[in-house]
């Protein structure tokens, strides 16, 4: 049996050559698109989260506004009622119906005086890691 041999000429060579350029050129250009593609999510995640913080920022403030609001329309009702039992200590109200998760609401009501009285409205308010504060006197007339 005569084996066949196969040919060998410049124009295989070539040829082998132009396809390991152009699957190298391919490999160059996926591995720039996975890199560009890290690059920008990396950049997303990062105004995600700035982006997360802001909106926790503002629910912390709207609902923190909500709980000061609630306390002044507490202390003005009650006053009104001049019951002698809320002034000048504080008082925790009950705020389970408001549906604010991690938060206190205190108000204390002082003594009036020439037709006003001054209230003080403690309340905070948690989410994630972070707690807004509110201490503020306030003044009501009778």
């Known amino acids: 049996m005569k084996m066949k041999q196969l ?67 507490w202390a003005e009702h009650n006053t ?5 039992e809320i002034f000048d200590k504080p008082i925790n109200l009950d705020i389970t119906d408001m549906n604010i998760r991690r938060s206190a609401l205190s108000v204390t009501i002082n003594i009036a005086k020439n037709k006003e009285t001054d209230v003080q409205i403690d309340s905070s308010v948690s989410r994630g890691r972070r707690t807004l504060r509110h201490n503020k006197k306030y003044r009501i007339g009778l």
């Open 7 to 73: 040919r060998q000429g410049p124009h295989f060579a070539i040829q082998r050559k132009v396809g390991t350029r152009q699957n190298g050129f391919v490999l160059i250009l996926v591995i720039t698109a996975i890199a560009l593609i890290g690059t920008q999510m990396f950049v997303l995640t990062g105004n995600s989260n700035i982006i997360m913080f802001q909106s926790d920022t503002a629910y912390l403030q709207a609902c923190n506004r909500n709980l000061v609001a609630s306390g002044l329309a």
């Open 80 to 84: 009104k009622s001049r019951n002698q």
